[in-house]
């Protein structure tokens, strides 16, 4: 006997679920979902799980389908989508980053000294061996994250950033942003 205290516990997809549930029926295996009170071991509760699991994958659908609809719509407006704001700015909260002026000065000087040498090496070492770090940012899941060396792949995704245009750029479309 399997036990779960919600159906979403074991898995959110159809496809997912209907193979545990195959699984179990070839070994023996009867489950039980506490929540959504039914049982497997009988006929109504087989086509209750089927039907559970029919809705929650709609659900999940529907919120995925909410959230790039939303993240789209919040680039188009030249909002900021979130994640761990780059070096040089400051998130505020609402799609809204503002310049942190302490770490603009470093990014104009990466800017200025890949225009001199047009090498990302050389950007690379000259940041290192100036002992300069990643930006270093909290997050609510991963805790304390950044503050290691710079890698040249880092450098290049900064120097390709549209952010520092004054650009939002959402799945390869590019939005006027609402920053400086």
Same mark, same amino acid.
């Given at each position: 006997?399997?036990?779960?205290?919600?159906?979403?516990?074991?898995?959110?997809?159809?496809?997912?679920?209907?193979?545990?549930?195959?699984? !179990?029926?070839?070994?023996?295996?009867?489950?039980?979902?506490?929540?959504?009170?039914?049982?497997? /071991?009988?006929? &109504?509760?087989? %086509?209750?799980?089927?039907?559970?699991?029919?809705?929650?994958?709609?659900?999940?659908?529907?919120?995925?389908?909410?959230?790039?609809? %939303?993240?789209?719509?919040?680039?188009?407006?030249?909002?900021?989508?979130?994640?761990?704001?780059?070096?040089?700015?400051?998130?505020?909260?609402?799609?809204?980053?503002?310049?942190?002026?302490?770490?603009?000065? &470093?990014?104009?000087?990466? !800017?200025?000294?890949?225009?001199?040498?047009?090498?990302?090496?050389?950007? !690379?070492?000259?940041?290192?061996?100036?002992?300069?770090?990643?930006?270093?940012?909290? /997050?609510?899941?991963?805790?304390?994250?950044?503050?290691?060396?710079?890698?040249?792949?880092?450098?290049?995704?900064?120097?390709?950033?549209?952010?520092?245009?004054?650009?939002?750029?959402?799945?390869?479309?590019?939005?006027?942003?609402?920053?400086?």
């Amino acid at each position: 006997l399997v036990v779960v205290t919600r159906l979403a516990r074991l898995s959110r997809s159809l496809l997912d679920v209907y193979e545990v549930h195959r699984l !179990f029926e070839e070994n023996g295996v009867t489950f039980t979902s506490l929540n959504e009170s039914f049982d497997t /071991s009988q006929a &109504l509760g087989r %086509a209750m799980l089927k039907l559970v699991l029919v809705f929650a994958e709609l659900e999940r659908e529907q919120t995925a389908e909410r959230t790039r609809t %939303a993240l789209r719509a919040r680039a188009e407006r030249g909002l900021w989508n979130g994640g761990h704001p780059p070096l040089g700015y400051d998130s505020e909260g609402s799609g809204h980053i503002k310049v942190n002026e302490a770490e603009a000065e &470093l990014v104009r000087a990466i !800017f200025a000294k890949y225009e001199e040498s047009r090498s990302t090496n050389t950007v !690379f070492r000259w940041l290192n061996d100036n002992g300069h770090r990643q930006k270093t940012c909290t /997050s609510r899941r991963r805790g304390a994250q950044g503050g290691r060396p710079y890698t040249v792949g880092g450098i290049q995704h900064l120097l390709q950033n549209r952010l520092y245009l004054g650009e939002i750029d959402h799945k390869g479309e590019i939005f006027e942003g609402q920053h400086p």
